[in-house]
T-cell receptor
Framework: EDQVTQSPEALRLQEGESSSLNCSYT??????LFWYRQDPGKGPEFLFT???AGEEKEKERLKATLTKKESFLHITAPKPEDSATYLC????????????FGTGTQLKVEL | GAVVSQHPSWVICKSGTSVKIECRSL??????MFWYRQFPKQSLMLMAT?????????EQGVEKDKFLINHASLTLSTLTVTSAHPEDSSFYIC????????????FGPGTRLTVL
């Protein structure tokens, strides 16, 4: 059974204080790892898809990396508008279309 | 811009009534749509996969007769919560992979259901 564990559960940063969020996963075969941002009361907003170990993707202050066991979402010089819950999900080769989500990291960036 | 829309964004109903939630794909034809449920402080859980013109595929533990899914057109899938009870109160979200058999799913804005 696919499993996704995210840490920390919550993270409070000062504006400009860079940090990383962790997503550890267990799958029989990885078809894709996904990062989403979710604001309160809203649906998840797509950020990145990663497919193989060593792959990296960047978007503004965010950078996602992937190894065979985990993924990191690096946030460089965050701003208050980066405050949200960041969700990690995996799709396995044997899981069809199913996405398995972690419980997310709730990030708050303060001035 | 938005890929998927949902209606209503929130609904409050009495216990025992049925509620229908619509999920529409915008500017493209979605052969497949997915329905998720999210309880407070918990992760999204896939309920069912909706395929246009055929029966939905439900995840283990999801009651087919309680959560009725209809995908009658390439732009609309509906989820009907029948005989709703307070424990059905949750955030329901649909998604689609843009009909390209791609891996990435794009989510709608969600529907908050509260059953009194």
């Amino acid at each position: 059974e696919d499993q996704v564990t995210q840490s920390p559960e919550a993270l409070r940063l000062q504006e400009g204080e860079s940090s990383s969020l962790n997503c550890s996963y267990t799958v029989s075969g990885l078809r894709g790892l996904f990062w989403y941002r979710q604001d309160p009361g809203k649906g998840p907003e797509f950020l990145f898809t990663l497919y193989s170990a060593g792959e990296e993707k960047e978007k503004e202050r965010l950078k996602a990396t992937l190894t065979k066991k985990e993924s990191f979402l690096h946030i460089t010089a965050p701003k208050p508008e980066d405050s949200a819950t960041y969700l990690c999900a995996v799709r396995s080769t044997g899981g069809g279309n199913k996405l398995t989500f972690g419980t997310g990291t709730q990030l708050k960036v303060e001035l | 811009g938005a890929v998927v829309s949902q209606h209503p964004s929130w609904v409050i109903c009495k216990s025992g009534t049925s509620v229908k939630i619509e999920c529409r794909s915008l500017d493209f034809q979605a052969t497949t749509m997915f329905w998720y449920r999210q309880f407070p402080k918990q992760s999204l859980m896939l309920m069912a996969t909706s395929n246009e013109g055929s029966k939905a595929t439900y995840e283990q533990g999801v009651e087919k007769d309680k959560f009725l899914i209809n995908h009658a057109s390439l732009t609309l899938s509906t989820l009907t919560v029948t005989s709703a009870h307070p424990e059905d109160s949750s955030f329901y979200i649909c998604s689609t992979d843009l009909g390209q058999a791609a891996d990435t799913q794009y989510f709608g804005p969600g529907t908050r259901l509260t059953v009194l």
